[in-house]
């Protein structure tokens, strides 16, 4: 696979690049070297090779859910610089 010039600038709008008109051929060879490895990718054999999910082998460990004190609000609120109806009172930031 080859990519020409118009695929080059076409590429570089898609990605926000400024590519410059006197280095337009020399992107173009690298996005071709690019391409052409990718290519060369395809080429090899994993047919017994498990798909792979992450890079790391550990799980994590969870915590267990646990019920904990609840309905302080009053004692939540208590520090708040404004509270109304329960909840706390922000600056309107979505118009």
Known sequence: ?????DTVRR???????????????ETKEEFN???AWVEELGEVNTDNVEPLVSVNSESLTLRQDEVTAGHISEEI????????YGYFVVPKVVE
């Open 33 to 35: 070297k690019i391409l």
């Open 11 to 25: 590429i570089a709008f898609l990605a926000r690049l400024k590519v410059e008109q006197d280095k337009l051929e």
């Open 1 to 5: 696979m080859s990519i020409d010039n």
């Open 77 to 84: 609120l208590a520090n708040a610089p404004a509270k109304e």
